[in-house]
C-alpha cells in the first residue's frame, strides 16, 4: 500500500514510485552505441544557461506562504478547478490568453526563482502543476534546465544526496513523469526564442544522456525542435549568440549521433541535418568569438553528427591556435578527437596542441615551490583517463608523429600509469591501440596496462580484447599472462554462446521450425539465459575483424594455445559471410603461422575467397596462398583462379609477394598453373632483381625448377646475381641452410638435367652447396621400421633383401630411405609418410626429388606411399573382426593372436611383391 502526504511525497517501501503513476518495472532503454573510439563528451555544457537559471537555492518567503495541498483519490465530491489542479497531465490555457495582468513580470520573476530553488524532481513537477496558470512558454526551458541540473548533481559532485540520486533513479525507471513537460514543449514550441529553445534542446540532451534513455515522444520533440530552430536562424530579426549555436549542435549530436552509428533514422534525422546547416550559416561570421568550450562543442558535434563541414574544420584551426591556452584538457581532447574522427589533416594544430599541453606542464612544475596563487596548472595532471584515450587515439588515427607529439604521448603515457585505476576496458584498449599504430614505445605503461588488465578483463567485449592483443603483438611487447587469461575468457565465450546455440536450436526444431541460412541462433535477436558472473554483462559477438585480428596476434606473438584456435574457427564459420579480403588472408596466415590445421574453415573460405578475389590486393593474395601451401591444404580452384586473374595484377606485387606466390605453388606442386602467370612472375623477378634478398632470388629458382621451367636462358640473370653476390661478399655468403640446399637442386636440374653449356654457379659456391645438401639429417619412422621389416620376411626364392637404410646417392646428394637388391639389382625405396602429400597428391618437394633420383640417379625408384600401407593393416582388422564373428555364430570364443600376425604379414609381404613385379623388378 501506498499513500501520500500533503506535500505530495510518496510514502511507499519502493524509492522509485513515480507517484501519480502505477508501480512497475523500468523498461530497458536502448544505449548509444560508440564508435571504435570513445566519442563521449562528458563536460557540461552550457556554462552560461546553468549560471543563469540556476541560484544558491535561496528559500523565497512568497513561496513558502502558497504551499499547495494534493490530491491522491479523484474525489467525486470535489469540484472541477480542484480536479484540474490535481491532475498531472492538465494543460494551461491558451497561449494568447496568458500573462495578460499588469503584474506578469513579477509573477514572471516569482516563477523562475521558485523553479531554482526546487531541490528534487518531484517539486519541479509538483510546481508544474501547482503554477500552471502563470506560465510563459520561456518557463519551459527554465524547468527542462533545472530538472538536467538535479540530474547532474549526483554525477558532478562526490557526495551526492538521496534526493539527487533519487532523481536519476526516477527518470529511468519512469520516463512518462516528464510527459506532461513534454506536452507542454510541443504544444507551445513556437512561441521559443532562441535562447529557451538552445536551453531546452540542451536540457533535454543532457537527460537523455545520463538517463540513457530518451524522454517521452522525442522523436517528435525533436523534431519541433529542429523546425523552429530552423525558422529562428532563417528569420532576419532572429539571432543566435555562438554559445546557443554550440549548445545546439552539441544537443543535436548528442541525440542524432548515436542513431546515425547504429543505422536508426527518422524524420527528426533529416532535420537535425538542415539545422546543422542553417547553424553552420549562423556560426560562420562570428567564430572569433568562439571561446574555448565553444569551439570545443562545435567541431565535437559536427564530427559525431558525421555532418561534412570543411570549411568550418578550416576556420577554426587559426582561432584555435590563437585561444588555445584558455583550453582545459577536455576541450584540447575533444577538439583532437574531432579533427582525426573527419580526417581533417590539420598537422600544424595537432603540433600546436603537443606544445601547448607540454609548455602548461613545464610551467607548472616550475613555479610549483614558489607560486602561491598561480592559475596556470599543469594540464597533463588534469586530462583524465577518457581525455588520454581520445587524444592517444587522435594522433594515431592522424598519423602524426612528430618529435613533439612524440614528448607529447611519452608524457600521456606517464601520466596514464598513475591513473590505470581510472581507466575502462576501452579507455585501456585504444590507448595501447593508439600507441601502436604510433609504433611509440613504452615498455612501462605497456607492463602496467598488462597488469590492470587482467583484473579487468569481465569487461571487455570482443573489440577491446582484439585491440588489446593486436597492440601487444604489433609491438612485439610480451604479455603472457595477460595472453594467457584472455585466452580463457574467450574460450569460456564462446563456449557459453555455443551452449546457448544449442538451446536456442533444440527449442526451435522442438516447435518444428528452422533457421534461414546461414544465421545462428547465438546472433539472432532472441532472448537468451544471462552468462556467467564472470563474462561480461555488455558481451557482443565476435565478428570478423575481432576474429582476424585476435588469431592474427596469437600467431604473432608464438602463443598458440589450440584450444583457442579451435573456439576461433567454428566461431569463424558461423561470421564467414562477413569476412573481407584482408580478415580472410589475416586469419588464414594466422593459422599457417601458428601451424594448427582448420579444415572445415580452409574449406570453407576456398569458395569465398575466390568469389570476393577481385577485392584482394597483392598482399593478401600471396599470403592466402603461402598459407594454403604450408597447412598442404588442397585448394586447386582457388590456385587457378589466382593464375588466371591476377597476371595483370603482377606488376603490383613486392618481392616477397613474388616469392611467396611462386613457391605456394611450388609448394603444393600446381603443375596445372597458366603458364602466363609463371612467365610474368619470372619477368618481374629480373624487373626487381636488385630489391628482392638471395633467399628470395633462391625460392623463386627452386619452385622453377619444381613447375618443371625449363628454359634455361631465362633464369640466367637470377643465377648470374646469386654469382655476383657470391663474388662481392666480404664476410662470406649468407644463405640458410634450406636455401643452400635449394639452391643446390636448382643448379643440378639447369645444369646437369637440361645439360646447360656453361656452369650456372662458381664451382666452390656449387660444392659449398652440395656440401650443406648432404649434411641433412634424416631420421627413420616407426612406417619405414615396418616396411624395412616386410622386405627381410619376404621369401628367400625371390631373391630381395635389404642392403642398406639411409643410403646417400652420391651423384645427387640425395639420402635414400632404403636400398635393397633384386636378383643382383640395385633398387632405391622411399617411403613417403603424411608429411609427403597434399591431400593424396605428392608435394613439390616430394616429385622433385623422385623426379632428380630418376633422371640423375644411379639406381631405378620406388616409391611407396603410407596410406597403401595402412590400408594393409585396417584390411588385417577386418579380416580378424570376420574371424572373430564367425567364431562366435559358431558357437567358438577362441581368438589366436599369431594367426592374425601371419594374416596381415602375408598382406604385406603380398603387396611388396606385387609393387615389384608392376616396376619390372621381379
Avoid at 155 to 181: D, E, F, H, V, W
Avoid at 600 to 623: G, P
Avoid at 723 to 743: C, H, I, T, W
Wanted: glycine fraction near 4%; include cysteine; charge should be positive.
Amino acid at each position: 500500500l501506498s499513500f501520500k502526504n500533503k506535500e505530495g511525497h510518496c510514502h511507499c517501501q519502493r524509492y522509485n514510485c513515480s507517484m501519480d503513476q502505477p508501480h512497475r518495472r523500468g523498461g530497458g532503454g536502448s544505449g548509444v552505441s560508440g564508435r571504435g573510439v570513445s566519442g563521449r563528451n562528458e563536460s557540461e555544457y552550457g556554462s552560461k544557461y546553468n549560471s543563469s537559471h540556476s541560484s544558491n537555492n535561496l528559500n523565497d518567503k512568497r513561496s513558502l506562504k502558497k504551499k499547495s495541498r494534493l490530491s491522491v483519490i479523484n474525489d467525486s465530491n470535489k469540484n472541477s478547478n480542484n480536479k484540474k489542479k490535481s491532475n498531472l497531465n492538465y494543460q494551461p490555457r491558451n497561449r494568447s490568453t496568458w500573462n495578460t495582468s499588469k503584474t506578469n513580470s513579477a509573477i514572471s520573476k516569482e516563477l523562475c526563482q521558485k523553479i531554482r530553488n526546487c531541490k528534487t524532481l518531484m517539486e519541479v513537477l509538483q510546481l508544474l502543476r501547482r503554477e500552471s496558470g502563470s506560465l510563459k512558454p520561456s518557463h519551459l526551458s527554465f524547468y527542462w534546465n533545472q530538472i538536467a541540473r538535479l540530474i547532474s548533481i549526483n554525477t558532478s559532485s562526490k557526495s551526492s544526496s538521496m534526493n539527487s540520486l533519487s532523481c536519476l533513479q526516477r527518470l529511468k525507471c519512469s520516463p512518462a513523469l516528464l510527459k506532461p513537460l513534454v506536452g507542454l514543449t510541443i504544444r507551445h514550441n513556437s512561441a521559443l526564442n532562441p535562447r529557451s529553445l538552445a536551453v531546452t534542446a540542451h536540457a533535454i540532451a543532457k537527460i537523455s544522456n545520463k538517463t540513457r534513455k530518451s524522454v517521452v515522444d522525442s522523436d517528435k520533440l525533436w523534431e519541433l525542435l529542429a523546425k523552429n530552430i530552423i525558422q529562428k536562424a532563417t528569420a532576419p530579426r532572429e539571432n543566435f549568440s555562438v554559445q546557443e549555436c554550440a549548445n545546439i549542435v552539441w544537443s543535436f549530436a548528442k541525440e542524432f549521433g548515436g542513431r546515425h552509428q547504429q543505422g536508426k533514422t527518422s524524420s527528426s534525422n533529416g532535420n537535425a541535418t538542415l539545422l546543422f546547416d542553417a547553424m553552420l550559416k549562423e556560426l560562420t561570421p562570428k567564430l572569433n568569438l568562439c571561446n574555448a568550450q565553444d569551439i570545443a562543442n562545435t567541431v565535437w558535434a559536427y564530427a559525431t553528427a558525421v555532418h561534412p563541414a570543411p570549411a568550418l574544420f578550416d576556420a577554426m584551426i587559426p582561432i584555435v591556435m590563437e585561444k588555445l591556452d584558455n583550453f582545459d584538457s577536455q576541450n584540447l581532447a575533444n577538439t583532437v578527437w574531432a579533427y582525426a574522427t573527419v580526417q581533417h589533416p590539420a598537422p600544424q594544430l595537432f603540433d600546436a596542441v603537443a606544445t601547448a599541453a607540454l609548455a602548461a606542464t613545464t610551467n607548472a612544475n616550475a613555479t610549483t615551490r614558489s607560486a602561491t596563487n598561480s592559475s596556470s596548472g599543469n594540464k597533463l595532471d588534469t586530462f583524465n583517463s577518457q581525455a588520454i584515450a581520445n587524444t592517444v587515439w587522435a594522433y594515431a588515427s592522424m598519423g602524426h608523429y612528430t618529435p613533439n607529439s612524440k614528448l607529447f604521448l611519452d608524457a600521456l603515457s606517464t601520466s596514464a600509469i598513475k591513473k590505470l585505476n581510472f581507466f575502462n576496458s576501452q579507455e585501456m584498449a585504444i590507448t595501447l591501440w593508439g600507441c601502436a599504430t604510433l609504433n611509440h614505445s613504452s615498455s612501462k605503461f605497456f607492463d602496467a596496462v598488462s597488469h590492470h588488465a587482467i583484473q579487468k578483463l569481465p569487461t571487455f567485449n570482443p573489440q577491446e580484447i582484439a585491440n588489446t592483443v593486436w597492440a601487444y603483438a604489433h609491438m612485439g611487447h610480451q604479455a603472457s599472462e595477460l595472453f594467457y587469461a584472455i585466452s580463457q575468457l574467450v574460450i569460456e565465450r564462446i563456449n557459453s554462446l555455443s551452449s546457448q546455440a544449442m538451446l536456442a536450436n533444440t527449442a526451435t526444431h522442438s516447435r518444428g521450425g528452422y533457421h534461414v541460412g546461414n544465421s545462428h541462433p547465438e546472433f539472432l535477436n532472441v532472448a537468451s539465459p544471462p552468462l556467467p558472473m564472470t563474462s561480461s554483462t555488455k558481451m557482443d559477438t565476435f565478428n570478423s575483424q575481432t576474429i582476424a585480428n585476435t588469431v592474427w596476434a596469437y600467431a604473432t606473438v608464438g602463443h598458440t594455445d589450440p584450444h583457442l584456435f579451435n573456439a576461433m574457427s567454428q566461431l569463424a564459420l558461423l561470421k564467414l559471410d562477413s569476412f573481407n579480403s584482408q580478415e580472410i588472408a589475416n586469419t588464414m596466415w594466422a593459422y599457417a603461422t601458428a601451424n594448427h590445421p582448420a579444415p572445415e574453415f580452409f574449406n570453407a573460405v576456398t569458395k569465398l575467397a575466390i568469389s570476393k578475389l577481385d577485392t584482394f590486393n597483392s598482399q593478401e593474395i600471396a599470403n592466402t596462398l603461402w598459407a594454403f601451401a604450408t597447412l598442404s591444404h588442397p585448394a586447386p580452384e582457388f590456385f587457378d583462379a589466382v593464375s588466371n586473374l591476377t597476371v595483370t595484377k603482377l606488376k603490383i606485387f613486392n618481392s616477397q609477394e613474388l616469392a611467396n606466390a611462386i613457391w605456394a605453388y611450388a609448394a603444393v606442386y600446381h603443375y596445372s598453373v597458366n603458364p602466363q602467370f609463371t612467365n610474368g612472375i619470372l619477368w618481374e623477378t629480373i624487373q626487381k632483381l636488385e630489391s628482392l634478398d638471395s633467399e628470395q632470388i633462391v625460392n623463386i629458382l627452386w619452385s622453377l625448377v619444381v613447375l618443371d621451367c625449363i628454359n634455361t636462358q631465362s633464369v640466367i640473370p637470377l643465377f648470374s646475381e646469386i654469382s655476383k653476390r657470391y663474388y662481392s661478399s666480404q664476410n662470406g655468403f649468407q644463405l640458410s641452410r634450406e636455401a643452400m640446399s635449394q639452391l643446390h637442386q636448382a643448379s643440378m636440374w639447369y645444369s646437369e638435367e637440361h645439360s646447360c653449356n656453361k656452369s650456372l654457379l662458381p664451382v666452390q659456391l656449387r660444392q659449398e652447396c652440395f656440401t650443406n645438401f648432404c649434411s641433412n639429417e634424416n631420421t627413420s619412422s616407426k612406417l619405414q621400421y615396418d616396411i624395412v621389416q616386410a622386405f627381410r620376411s619376404l621369401p628367400p626364392y625371390l631373391g630381395v633383401f635389404v642392403i642398406e637404410e639411409e643410403s646417400r646417392c652420391q651423384r645427387t646428394g640425395y639420402s635414400i630411405d632404403v636400398l635393397i637388391g633384386v636378383q643382383q639389382q640395385k633398387v632405391a625405396v622411399e617411403i613417403d609418410g603424411p608429411c609427403h602429400f597434399i591431400g593424396f597428391s605428392p608435394n613439390g618437394a616430394t616429385m622433385l626429388k623422385q623426379r632428380q633420383l630418376c633422371s640423375l640417379g644411379t639406381t631405378p625408384l620406388l616409391s611407396i606411399p603410407y596410406w597403401e600401407w595402412d590400408m594393409l593393416s585396417s584390411n588385417s582388422d577386418n579380416n580378424t573382426n570376420n574371424i572373430m564373428m564367425n567364431n562366435m555364430w559358431n558357437g567358438t570364443s577362441n581368438y589366436d593372436p599369431y594367426h592374425h600376425y601371419n594374416n596381415e604379414l602375408r598382406l604385406k609381404q603380398s603387396y611388396l611383391q606385387q609393387r615389384l613385379q608392376q616396376a619390372s623388378f621381379l
